[in-house]
């Protein structure tokens, strides 16, 4: 065969190929080669910006915890706190019951009788989260305004590393921290398969931060602020709208607002850390993505209802793009995944189908692992996370398969936001498959009370 | 095989009834919007595919003629571009008609529940009708980048600049369907607590 018969077999090979792997390349592969550098080149700026220890003016700060049914996790938060390296004396801790039933309250008074030197407070609000965080930005006293959820606990330095951060750059109102889940748990696990779902999270979380939500903040782009962790100027909180009570994704919709009718600055702060829990079951993961897909579509009707026409607002609004990329890519991706299927049923040739898998999936792992690269440069003042981090990186072989099956649940998530209302309970797939089979059974019955009655009527009975 | 065909359509359309009844939306839509494209492609895309690929192929000849770029040959689903000495003749297959992106589009449309029956007729027409134009409209494309080109172009034109122009209208279909409609019509505030089992933190 000549030369060029061979180079002209190759490039057709290759371009049926870009056709087909073109959607997941547009949609992801290259978005995450470019957010790469983009965390590389802050990490650049960063290092020339860096001040010295003595530089920083320490102020008064208040701490908001929302409390709700928190009894088993409330000590370890507030010990978090206690031992954190800011001084005590300049911390004062907000704890705003909204509506808890079981012995938060019990706690809370012990910790005060332990931890005498840290001035704490106890306040009762209406329930919901959105109710309890309104009512600690009246009460609070400290120049900034730091929200924790009380089933976490904080890194040893992420309070000075944050309040630092404030006093360092003046024109940002508002930080988020980077929340990652308690890796002594994820090994600790004994199921072997939650274990590796667990794994993956973390690296989820990781990623999602240090790599994802940090090049969003470079860009001046941060979607929402973590809920669980978030700081804020106590000058901006009281300009805002407070807290939204309508909507189960509060924490977004505060982001939004501070953006788009304040125009405040909105940052991450990269070595703040929050540990939480990781998630308890594969099941719960599919609920809680479900509802913070919900969440994103109910911010999206508050704010962008006037900003969707996609030819005239996909370049001047990022907020579209990220619409585009979480709700319209998913009808897409979805018939592509089955048309993969579909592929082998038209007698295209195995080997193209499958190779054509393996090597897309070689592209997910290829954009996870520069992620991984990011966020390792990122994790500093957290020797033991980053070690963890480096030592678990053969999860990254997994985490595309672990994406695949969370961009199902989120797609659920967009489904069953249309037709159902909204509620802090979503359906575990255990209920609804419960659910599904007390259908079939009943009609299975009314089958076979329908064919005894044929058999009485026919033997007269 | 066709009883096996025939068995399947049966089972698909009671395990999409007992997910209604059973409210899994979820399920309804994902079940029922992949067992549509693949019934439709399975019994209707064998009796539409040659009428579909010769009316694409007359009204894309309306353009050709019009600018003189080529012959059209609707009964034989063929475009026919002369290139200097020699001819280029493009048959519409399967690829080429469209059925594929009509299929999946009503497939995804007509289990979608944020539309009642009657909107899903209009947007399906109006869709089938927007994919039929753009489909031509790539079609026009690829030939005269051929008339100018040559045959070489043809592999490019065709399995990349062709999909590319596809792709961008299809998502911007999409948008305008799926998610513009649905972040308007978003119910809010109508959120109830549940047991304290059910509470998920937000990260």
């Known amino acids: 065969?000549?030369?060029?018969?061979?180079?002209?077999?190759?490039?057709?090979?290759?371009?049926?190929?870009?056709?087909?792997?073109?959607?997941?390349?547009?949609?992801?592969?290259?978005?995450?080669?470019?957010?790469?550098?983009?965390?590389?080149?802050?990490?650049?700026?960063?290092?020339?910006?860096?001040?010295?220890?003595?530089?920083?003016?320490?102020?008064?700060?208040?701490?908001?915890?929302?409390?709700?049914?928190?009894?088993?996790?409330?000590?370890?938060?507030?010990?978090?706190?206690?031992?954190?390296?800011?001084?005590?004396?300049?911390?004062?801790?907000?704890?705003?019951?909204?509506?808890?039933?079981?012995?938060?309250?019990?706690?809370?008074?012990?910790?005060?009788?332990?931890?005498?030197?840290?001035?704490?407070?106890?306040?009762?609000?209406?329930?919901?989260?959105?109710?309890?965080?309104n009512m600690a930005i009246f009460n609070s006293q400290g120049k900034y305004v730091i929200h924790v959820d009380s089933d976490g606990k904080l890194h040893r330095k992420a309070i000075k590393n944050i309040v630092k951060r404030f006093e360092k750059s003046p024109d940002v109102d508002c930080l988020t921290g980077v929340v990652l889940t308690d890796m002594e748990i994820?090994?600790?696990?004994?199921?072997?398969?939650?274990?590796?779902?667990?794994?993956?999270?973390?690296?989820?979380?990781?990623?999602?931060?240090?790599?994802?939500?940090?090049?969003?903040?470079?860009?001046?782009?941060?979607?929402?602020?973590?809920?669980?962790?978030?700081?804020?100027?106590?000058?901006?909180?009281?300009?805002?709208?407070?807290?939204?009570?309508?909507?189960?994704?509060?924490?977004?919709?505060?982001?939004?607002?501070?953006?788009?009718?304040?125009?405040?600055?909105?940052?991450?702060?990269?070595?703040?850390?929050?540990?939480?829990?990781?998630?308890?079951?594969?099941?719960?993961?599919?609920?809680?993505?479900?509802?913070?897909?919900?969440?994103?579509?109910?911010?999206?009707?508050?704010?962008?209802?006037?900003?969707?026409?996609?030819?005239?607002?996909?370049?001047?609004?990022?907020?579209?793009?990220?619409?585009?990329?979480?709700?319209?890519?998913?009808?897409?991706?979805?018939?592509?995944?089955?048309?993969?299927?579909?592929?082998?049923?038209?007698?295209?040739?195995?080997?193209?189908?499958?190779?054509?898998?393996?090597?897309?999936?070689?592209?997910?792992?290829?954009?996870?692992?520069?992620?991984?690269?990011?966020?390792?440069?990122?994790?500093?003042?957290?020797?033991?996370?980053?070690?963890?981090?480096?030592?678990?990186?053969?999860?990254?072989w997994l985490l595309p398969l672990y994406n695949f099956a969370v961009f199902w649940m989120r797609l659920a998530g967009i489904i069953n936001s249309i037709k159902r209302t909204g509620s802090w309970k979503t359906f575990t797939p255990e209920e609804e498959w419960a659910s599904f089979k007390e259908v079939v059974s009943n009609d299975f019955m009314t089958i076979t009370d329908l064919r005894k009655g044929i058999i009485k009527g026919i033997h007269n009975e | 095989m066709l009883w096996l065909k025939i068995a399947t359509f049966i089972v698909w359309l009671y395990v999409v009834y007992a997910l209604h009844r059973a409210e899994l939306f979820f399920f309804k839509f994902l079940v029922g919007s992949v067992g549509m494209f693949f019934f439709l492609m399975m019994f209707i895309q064998p009796i539409i595919l040659h009428p579909l690929s010769m009316a694409v192929t007359a009204v894309t000849g309306i353009p050709g003629d019009l600018f003189g770029f080529y012959d059209s040959y609707y009964r034989h689903v063929t475009l026919f571009i002369p290139k200097d000495t020699i001819s280029v003749s493009m048959i519409i297959d399967y690829e080429c008609s469209g059925i594929v992106e009509i299929m999946a589009f009503s497939s995804l449309l007509w289990f979608y529940p944020l539309y009642n029956n009657l909107e899903k007729l209009v947007i399906d027409t109006i869709g089938i009708a927007l994919i039929f134009l753009v489909n031509v409209l790539r079609l026009f494309l690829i030939a005269v980048l051929i008339y100018y080109y040559g045959n070489e172009i043809f592999y490019f034109a065709h399995t990349l600049f062709g999909r590319v122009i596809f792709y961008i209208f299809s998502i911007t279909l999409y948008f305008y369907v799926f998610t513009r409609p649905h972040i308007i019509r978003q119910k809010v505030g109508v959120f109830k607590y549940g047991n304290i089992d059910n509470i998920e933190p937000d990260r």
């Open chain 1, 186 to 396: 994820i090994e600790q696990t004994d199921d072997f398969f939650l274990r590796v779902v667990r794994r993956c999270e973390f690296f989820e979380y990781c990623q999602s931060f240090l790599a994802g939500r940090n090049y969003e903040s470079e860009r001046d782009r941060l979607y929402t602020v973590a809920g669980a962790f978030s700081a804020f100027r106590k000058s901006a909180l009281m300009k805002s709208q407070l807290y939204n009570i309508l909507t189960v994704s509060e924490d977004t919709q505060f982001t939004f607002q501070l953006r788009t009718l304040f125009d405040k600055g909105i940052r991450l702060c990269e070595n703040a850390f929050f540990i939480v829990d990781p998630i308890d079951s594969l099941s719960r993961l599919y609920t809680q993505r479900q509802r913070w897909q919900r969440g994103e579509i109910e911010v999206s009707h508050m704010f962008l209802q006037d900003d969707l026409h996609i030819l005239r607002d996909f370049f001047r609004n990022f907020m579209i793009r990220v619409l585009l990329y979480d709700h319209t890519f998913a009808f897409p991706r979805m018939i592509w995944y089955f048309a993969i299927i579909f592929l082998v049923f038209i007698n295209y040739p195995m080997w193209l189908v499958i190779g054509s898998v393996i090597a897309i999936y070689l592209l997910y792992v290829l954009s996870v692992y520069l992620s991984y690269k990011n966020v390792h440069a990122y994790l500093v003042d957290v020797d033991d996370v980053k070690e963890y981090y480096r030592s678990r990186r053969s999860i990254l």
């Open chain 1, 1 to 133: 065969m000549e030369i060029s018969t061979i180079l002209s077999r190759i490039v057709r090979e290759l371009l049926f190929w870009l056709a087909w792997i073109i959607i997941p390349f547009t949609v992801e592969i290259i978005p995450s080669v470019r957010s790469y550098f983009i965390v590389v080149r802050k990490r650049m700026k960063d290092r020339r910006k860096q001040r010295k220890e003595s530089d920083y003016y320490l102020p008064e700060i208040t701490l908001a915890i929302p409390i709700y049914n928190s009894a088993d996790t409330l000590e370890a938060c507030l010990q978090s706190i206690y031992y954190s390296d800011y001084p005590r004396e300049l911390m004062d801790v907000l704890l705003i019951n909204n509506g808890s039933v079981d012995n938060s309250f019990e706690v809370y008074s012990n910790c005060l009788v332990e931890m005498k030197d840290l001035p704490m407070h106890w306040l009762n609000s209406g329930q919901g989260k959105a109710k309890a965080l």
